[in-house]
């Protein structure tokens, strides 16, 4: 069965530096996600990204955030400058090209900023 | 806009005993609900969806989830409970916005299940 696939697993980096979360979607998926699940609370939306750029964004996602598919296959998720807010664990999905289709989720990135 | 409660952030149950989760939402539009599961350090698998059509929806490992529009509500349910039960489960409410799904998560409801 596809399934979408992240990595790494596990993301140690130190407060200011900058981060690649990568992300390879299920193949003939057309829409891809990021969310964000901080611990103990709940999965919060981050962005959804589709035909090459970015259909809608949270108000989490500000600047420091950015997004790209730069091969065809993998979707990156950028963080510029981390802080320790941005501990938590990441999630990638992505979704078929009709409306009522689930999103797949990926095993997730757990990101800790120390 | 669109939300999603759940009753309880953890409930336990016997091992056999029935389960039940709750989950209510609220959205300005026809919804379209989900039950993820979630065990310890993996990601969201779905357990079961409704979009249109029967209101009880049958999903993976013996759970099913019944949508009653009357009282916003979309509870996930099973007969008896497993050891391999336990986990964290999210209910989640979207709506189209384009060609996709704009979900909105809960909070989610850790399930202890006692031997």
């Known amino acids: 069965e596809p399934e979408v696939t992240q990595t790494p697993s596990h993301q140690v980096t130190q407060m200011g530096q900058e981060v690649i979360l990568r992300c390879v979607p299920i193949?003939?998926?057309?829409?891809f996600y990021w969310y964000r699940q901080i611990l103990g609370q709940k999965v919060e939306f981050l962005v959804s990204?589709?035909?090459?750029?970015?259909?809608?964004k949270s108000e989490i996602f500000d600047d420091q955030f950015s997004v790209e598919r730069p091969d065809g296959s993998n979707f990156t998720l950028k963080i510029r400058s981390t802080k320790l807010e941005d501990s938590a664990m990441y999630f990638c999905?992505?979704?078929?090209?009709?409306?009522?289709?689930?999103?797949?989720f990926g095993p997730g990135t757990r990101l800790t900023v120390t | 806009a669109q939300s999603v409660t759940q009753l309880g952030s953890h409930v336990s149950v016997s091992e056999g005993a029935l389960v039940l989760l709750r989950c209510n939402y609220s959205s300005s539009v026809p919804p379209y609900l989900f039950w993820y599961v979630q065990y310890p350090n993996q990601g969201l698998q779905l357990l079961l969806k409704y979009t249109t059509g029967a209101t009880l929806v049958k999903g993976i490992n013996g759970f099913e989830a019944e949508f009653k529009k009357s009282e916003t509500s979309f509870h996930l349910t099973k007969p008896s409970a497993h050891m391999s039960d336990a986990a964290e489960y999210f209910c989640?409410?979207?709506?189209?916005?384009?060609?996709?799904?704009?979900?909105?998560f809960g909070t989610g409801t850790k399930l202890q299940v006692i031997p």
């Open positions: 990204f589709y035909n090459n750029e970015i259909s809608e």
């Open positions: 999905a992505s979704s078929g090209g009709q409306v009522e289709n689930e999103q797949y």
């Open positions: 193949s003939n998926h057309l829409y």
């Open positions: 989640a409410v979207s709506f189209a916005s384009g060609g996709y799904q704009k979900v909105t």
